[in-house]
């Protein structure tokens, strides 16, 4: 199966900037979308910023303009920069990886999470 390994995340204060990177063991050949979700404690875990093997973005309102999400083909890495950084970003960071063969057929993954704390 395919194993997905987050880091980067850390302590910074509001304003300021991190970069995020999941790094996977495989590369996907076919169909797939990769994404970041986020998790606070009583929430649930809500999508971030995705990107689909053919290129195409897809952003939560709360992050547009802030937070760019892009890929390394060659290294199997997807990245997530934010910039402009809030209190309320302050969550678990995942990696998220849906592989789509013949429908229905669709595999997920998850990687095991990466702290961001925003705080001053």
């Known amino acids: 199966q395919v194993q997905l390994v987050e880091s980067g995340g850390g302590l910074v204060r509001p304003g300021g900037s991190l970069k995020l990177s999941c790094v996977a063991s495989?590369?996907?050949?076919?169909?797939?979308?990769m994404a970041w979700f986020r998790q606070v404690p009583g929430d649930q875990r809500e999508p971030v910023a995705a990107?689909?093997?053919?290129?195409?973005?897809d952003y939560d309102d709360s992050v547009k303009g802030r937070f760019t999400i892009s890929r390394d083909i060659a290294k199997n890495t997807m990245y997530l920069e934010m910039s402009s950084l809030k209190p309320e970003d302050t969550a678990i960071y995942y990696c998220?990886?849906?592989?789509?063969?013949?429908?229905?057929?669709?595999?997920?993954?998850w990687g095991q999470g990466t702290q961001v704390t925003v705080s001053s």
């Open positions: 495989e590369r996907f050949g076919g169909r797939y979308v």
């Open positions: 998220n990886v849906k592989i789509f063969g013949v429908s229905p057929t669709m595999l997920e993954y």
């Open positions: 990107i689909s093997s053919n290129g195409n973005l």
